[in-house]
């Protein structure tokens, strides 16, 4: 699984042949469509060997997330977004997707954003 935004799609062509091949599909799905049209559920591409998987998620706050210790560092090219992120025991997402989720949105907002989010647990 690759986590990244579409943009960069091309830095990981000639990892693999059928990689290339989901990189060329949705390339070109892209040029026609708009991503969000892909329908839930799995899309053949290349039979078993290559296939998207689409599905919905569920990203609203959460009133059981707090953050704190928040700053700001600012750059010459980029924007440091920093804060603590503290999740119950036992919260839906593994920490490092939650962390990659947030991270995310702040980048879609700006693309000079750099969102660093150690994540904790309460005591």
């Known amino acids: 699984m690759i986590c990244d935004a579409l943009e960069h799609l091309n830095r990981y062509r000639g990892l693999h042949r059928n990689l ?67 999740t119950p025991f036992g919260f839906r997402y593994k920490d490092g997707e939650l962390a990659l989720m947030i991270k995310n949105a702040i980048a879609e907002k700006d693309g000079r954003l750099n969102a660093v989010i150690p994540v904790l647990q309460p005591v």
Do not use: C, K, Q
């Not at 989901?22 to 039979?47: F, K, M, N, S, W």
């Not at 569920?58 to 997330?65: K, Y």
């Not at 210790?69 to 804060?83: Q, Y």
């Open 20 to 86: 290339d091949t989901a990189i060329d599909y949705l390339t070109a799905y892209h040029v026609a469509h708009d991503l969000y049209d892909l329908p839930l559920g799995r899309t053949e591409v290349d039979g078993e060997n290559v296939f998207i998987n689409v599905m919905e998620a569920d990203l609203s706050p959460d009133s059981n997330l707090t953050i704190h210790d928040f700053r700001i560092t600012d750059g010459v090219s980029r924007i440091n977004v920093i804060f603590d992120l503290v």
